[in-house]
């Protein structure tokens, strides 16, 4: 019995299709390049495992087959491991997207929840692993919570992020990202382009919540808010930027779908979380949260190109990812 058996079990298996069949025509010795054809086309597509089962995912246009890699290529990685570990992450968030973070949270295998009462939030915040603070939907009721919140994380040793939705959009948000700065010390500070110039006092023309334009030096200033707050600054964009003010990182990548969805960047900030407190190296971690999240981006775009759906569909990836890890993408 040979480490590929799981192949011959599924030899010629076909799979109705939209204008045709797929089936698998022929498999190389080497299932890191496991070639399949199809009924309907030439096409030849590179593929890694899915765990379970051979299985058809299917876009409008074409099939993706996936089968086992050898035991021994297998690695875990951080969406792996924080489904093994599940941890509770505290968000303190913005109502338009609460319900996505918390979805996207059970979906990577952490726990949500979502308490933002000042009665509460230091009594919850004390059985978390990490604490979220994202001031989308800010009021002084929240305010208050983050700062009770953050500063009882602070007193216990657990992680504090920091998503600045829109701080440079007005002087209230502003000022209290300067507050939240001078009182609880973050962990993390994941922001765009735009909330990275506001507070860095740059001059910049925001857009909402949206990042907007200007003119920044953008590894310049991410690295020195880093040094200032002692904490990991994430850039998110286009490409992605990581420094922890000694060491930095570009990471490239993702799909512009996620930026036509709301919410995409705020489950990432909670999903930051979660990851900083799985292991023994959150720099790391959180760099590789960033390369599969990227990931998880395209793979949702593979099943379809109706924006309605892209939310679903990285939900579904990003719950791929967490139990299959790198064999789930499809490359």
């Keep these: 019995m040979n480490t590929y058996e799981k192949y011959g079990t599924f030899w010629s298996t076909k799979y109705k299709i ?3 069949l797929a089936r698998v025509e022929k498999v190389k010795p080497d299932p890191l390049n496991l070639l399949v054809n199809t009924d309907v086309g030439s096409n030849r597509h590179r593929f ?5 089962s ?4 299917f876009t ?3 099939p993706f087959l996936h089968a086992y890699v050898h035991p021994q290529r297998r690695t875990t990685m951080i969406f792996q491991t924080i489904r093994q570990q599940q941890p509770l992450v505290h968000c303190i968030t913005n109502y338009v997207v609460a319900n996505f973070q918390a979805n996207g949270l059970l979906a990577i295998g952490a726990s949500p929840v979502m308490a933002d009462d000042s009665q509460e939030v230091e009594e919850m915040v004390a059985i978390a692993q990490a604490l979220l603070i994202n001031i989308g939907t800010l009021n002084d009721r929240t305010k208050s919570a983050m700062l009770l919140a953050g500063k009882k994380a602070n007193a216990l040793g657990i992680p504090v992020i920091l998503d600045p939705v829109g701080v440079g959009a007005t002087t209230y948000r502003k000022e209290t990202v300067k507050h939240l700065l001078e009182n609880i010390q973050f962990a993390v500070i994941r922001c765009n382009l735009g909330e990275l110039a506001a507070i860095a006092g740059v001059d910049w023309q925001q857009k909402g919540v949206d990042s907007g334009h200007g003119s920044i030096a953008m590894e310049a200033e991410a690295t020195l808010l880093a040094q200032r707050y002692q904490c990991i600054v ?3 964009g286009e490409r992605d930027f990581i420094t922890d003010g000694k060491h930095s990182q570009w990471i490239a990548g993702g799909h512009p779908q996620m930026t036509e969805v709301t919410g995409t960047g705020c489950l990432l900030s909670a999903i930051c979380g979660a990851a900083y407190r799985v292991g023994p190296n959150p720099y790391q971690q959180l760099t590789e949260t960033l390369t599969y999240y990227k990931k998880a981006g395209v793979l949702a775009s593979a099943f379809t190109a109706d924006i309605g759906d892209f939310q679903i ?5 990003i719950h791929r990812l967490s139990k299959d890890g790198e064999a789930s ?3």
């Design 18 to 20: 939209a204008g045709g």
């Design 48 to 52: 890694l495992q899915m765990k379970g």
């Design 54 to 57: 051979f299985s058809c995912i």
């Design 60 to 62: 409008q246009k074409e």
């Design 234 to 236: 994430i850039v998110t």
């Design 313 to 317: 569909a990285l939900l579904n990836a």
């Design 329 to 331: 993408c499809i490359l």
